[in-house]
């Protein structure tokens, strides 16, 4: 039923995204090493969480990448450049990660000798939780993804000039594969990472509850890259409403699906009331750390369930696009929250710090700098996938 | 044209999706908004084509979505941290974490059941279920593999001939004209629908009677029934013996329980002394035991004319010269174990309970043969000097 004409061209981005991406990294990054030098512990957990937040969405794109091939979805074709865009964070978290092993002692409470002397706890999580098989996972981890992110979007780009169909099969098989490497590698990042932070406390929710932050993340930041390039006429007059509202409605389920599984976590330690299991939340619950947990529910949850409750909400290019930035800023706040309490001077209260606030700027700067670095190099539509005329025709 | 059957509208049926979308294009740019289109699965971009307006079905889902909150939300509240609330796991009374799932399965229950019982509802035109495109060869290829467009006559451009043309124009397989059914056409209550009930009720109630009193006790669904545990009153295989409750070792005593030495004999040789004083509260306690236990029989007075006197055999007076001869040990003794046709009361009364009846039939006794002398002292400790 294809009535649409289809002729691409590719139009390069604006050279000043790319200067703007440039210039938010440097002068974040300035200022984050003028806070190493401050206060070095605060600024090592701030660089955490904005490395977690990094991994967040390159690593939840290259899910929705895999995702769109195993289900055969038509309508996220022709956008789906933007997540392999985004992926392109996934070989520079190899760079990202250094900082963090080296000042992993600033970190991880477990990394310490003497801590392990006198701790049955460590001693027993020891054969996990120690600093050899540490780097080794992480390497592992973010070769995989790298090594995922190469071949996927190689043949993807592959197909633009030689329009091979067995290329898709090619990618399904692989998107097969990674999937199930996300799901472990993904548990276990969020386990090492940020569980690992407070290695007495365990929660086997919290694989999911991190992967459910990922996929939001990851679908805020596709979906402002989309909506502003629609708006500045990157896409053809053949992206409608209805594309816009299938992104909605993923972000509507996965803001709904970070309830169910933030809330299962809290309810079944809540109910069973276990001192080993509820100290963690009574951190969270000290002092200004109290605000932010219900904050985090407002942000996180009922404002953005309520923006994108009705149909025409999730079909309005500005309401989510404002919903979207929203929501990326909501999955900072979560990683921050997840994170930051671990803190030595934390643990009894939120003190406020100019610290908080530049790491962001420089991760900002470093996706949008990714982004359009990747852009240059490919065509901003797939136009030799199978699929792409019934994604450009794609209707509710 | 048939002046007894109206006309519902004008059916045609089309190959392919395109056809239809492109058919439900020209009709709406036509002009007809009482139109309708029926395929076999969803075609997606048909809203737009058809120029319908966004459903109102979402206003029943939410209504019936915040009437579940409200209804689990209120009950539990009422019930659990109002009429009757109980200490659950030292939580507070009113513990929303614990109430959130129920009232999230509450939330999604009637709202997804409302919202598809509605659009059943508005679909088949219940409760009548007579849509006039029933039972038509329209129908029948539309939900095979058709793709059907019907222009209704209650459309305001409605002209059956012109129509006709307009439908010819878009080179369908088939027209049709649907009329209306004629009254009762369509009984909802017909043999067959009834039929059909019956043998739902049948197998459903069939299905739950086998799952719950055949299946549950089947392996591997009886698995939470066979524990590896000790239930009372059972047998168990843990124990060598085979019991599960386990017989006390020989010469074991019950807490609170001292043994009767002379338990079944007729004519004991020697019996118990009584080891209590006839003090105040202890007579204060025989009265009351012997008007539960005794007096049903012997009468509140022992002179054995309760309401039972006349049966065989009566039941006898405790003034009986044998019955005052017994040594206190003797009365205890067929209190405990009874006498003829007395049973037994040693498991309803206790022992000092016993000794103090025992002690309060002295009391009786004496009572019912007290002399002169025992009246002047009763008046004396009265204060009074009536009898004399």
């Not at chain 1, 459910?212 to 053809?236: Q, R």
């Not at chain 1, 404002?303 to 079909?315: D, G, I």
Request: hydrophobic letters at 50%; aromatic letters at 14%.
């Amino acid at each position: 039923m294809s009535q649409t004409d289809f002729h691409y061209q590719k139009k390069e981005l604006p050279a000043n995204l790319s200067k703007l991406g440039i210039l938010l990294f440097v002068v974040g990054a300035a200022l984050s090493l003028t806070a190493f030098f401050v206060d070095q512990e605060r600024a090592i957990f701030n660089y955490l969480v904005t490395y977690m937040m990094i991994v967040s969405i390159g690593l939840g794109s290259l899910f929705l990448i895999a995702l769109e091939y195993i289900a055969g979805a038509d309508w996220s074709t022709p956008i789906r450049r933007i997540p392999e865009f985004f992926a392109m964070l996934l070989p520079v978290l190899l760079v990202l990660v250094v900082p963090i092993l080296i000042f992993n002692h600033d970190l991880f409470h477990w990394a310490h000798k003497e801590a392990l002397a006198d701790d049955k706890i460590l001693q027993g999580k020891a054969p996990y939780l120690n600093e050899s098989f540490f780097y080794i996972r992480t390497f592992v981890f973010i070769g995989l993804w790298s090594l995922f992110f190469f071949v996927l979007t190689k043949n993807s780009r592959k197909q633009d000039e030689t329009k091979d169909q067995s290329l898709t099969k090619k990618n399904i098989r692989f998107s097969a594969i990674f999937i199930i490497v996300f799901a472990l590698s993904l548990t276990f990042t969020a386990i090492d990472f940020m569980m690992s932070l407070e290695p007495h406390w365990f929660s086997t929710i919290y694989g999911v509850y991190y992967f459910a932050g990922t996929v939001v993340a990851a679908l805020a930041a596709i979906t402002i890259a989309v909506v502003k390039l629609k708006e500045k006429g990157y896409f053809g007059t053949w992206m409608t409403n209805d594309h816009l509202f299938s992104l909605g409605a993923l972000l509507f389920a996965f803001i709904n699906f970070w309830a169910y599984i933030a809330f299962s976590q809290f309810m079944l330690i809540w109910y069973a009331d276990l001192p080993e299991e509820t100290f963690w939340f009574l951190t969270r619950w000290n002092g200004g750390w109290m605000f932010i947990s219900l904050l985090l529910i407002v942000v996180h949850f009922l404002v953005p369930y309520f923006a994108l409750l009705t149909q025409p909400s999730k079909m309005n290019p500005k309401r989510l696009k404002f919903i979207a930035v929203w929501l990326l800023f909501a999955h900072l706040l979560d990683i921050f929250w997840l994170v930051m309490p671990n803190m030595g001077t934390m643990k009894n209260g939120y003190v406020f710090s100019w610290i908080d606030l530049v790491f962001p700027i420089a991760g900002l700067g470093l996706v949008i700098f990714v982004f359009t670095f990747a852009a240059k190099k490919a065509n901003l539509i797939p136009i030799g996938d199978p699929k792409i005329k019934r994604g450009i025709d794609f209707h509710l | 044209m048939n002046n007894e059957k109206k006309l519902y509208g004008i059916a045609a049926t089309f190959k392919t999706p395109d056809e239809i979308i492109k058919a439900a294009k020209t009709t709406s740019s036509a002009g007809y908004i009482s139109f309708d289109i029926n395929t076999p699965y969803p075609v997606h971009g048909m809203d737009g084509a058809m120029k319908l307006k966004p459903s109102k079905l979402g206003f029943v889902t939410l209504i019936m979505g915040l009437t579940g909150a409200s209804i689990a939300l209120l009950l539990m509240f009422y019930t659990m941290s109002i009429e009757y609330p109980i200490v659950i796991g030292g939580k507070p009374f009113f513990a929303l974490p614990a109430f959130i799932p129920i009232t999230f399965e509450l939330t999604v229950l009637l709202a997804t059941l409302s919202t598809v019982g509605t659009m059943i509802a508005l679909f088949f035109r219940l409760p009548d279920n007579k849509h006039p495109l029933h039972d038509t060869e329209y129908m029948k290829s539309v939900s095979n593999d058709k793709f059907g467009l019907v222009i209704e006559s209650e459309d305001e451009k409605f002209n059956e001939t012109e129509v006709l043309n307009f439908l010819k124009k878009l080179n369908p397989l088939t027209t049709e004209l649907v009329y209306f059914p004629q009254e009762e056409a369509y009984p909802i209550l017909q043999p067959k629908f009834l039929l059909f009930l019956i043998s739902v009720a049948i197998v459903v109630s069939g299905g739950t009677y086998f799952s719950l009193n055949k299946l549950l006790i089947i392996t591997p669904f009886n698995w939470m029934m066979d524990q590896e545990k000790v239930i009372p009153q059972k047998p168990s295989d843990i124990f060598a013996d085979g019991r599960g409750m386990q017989l006390p070792v020989n010469g074991t005593v019950a807490r609170g329980f001292i043994p009767y030495p002379y338990a079944g004999q007729t004519n004991p040789v020697e019996v118990l002394a009584n080891p209590t004083l006839p003090t105040k509260e202890n007579l204060e306690l025989g009265k009351a035991k012997f008007f539960t236990y005794c007096s049903p029989c012997h009468g509140y007075f022992a002179d054995g004319d309760s309401r039972l006197r006349g049966q065989f055999p009566n039941p006898p007076t405790l003034h009986s010269k044998r019955a005052k001869d017994f040594s206190d040990g003797m009365i205890y003794h067929i209190i405990t174990n009874g006498q003829n046709v007395m049973p037994s009361y040693s498991s309803q009364i206790t022992r000092d309970e016993r000794w103090a009846i025992v002690n309060y039939v002295r009391v009786l006794q004496r009572a019912k043969n007290a002399s002169d002398q025992d009246l002047i002292d009763m008046n004396k400790e009265a204060g009074s000097n009536v009898a004399n």
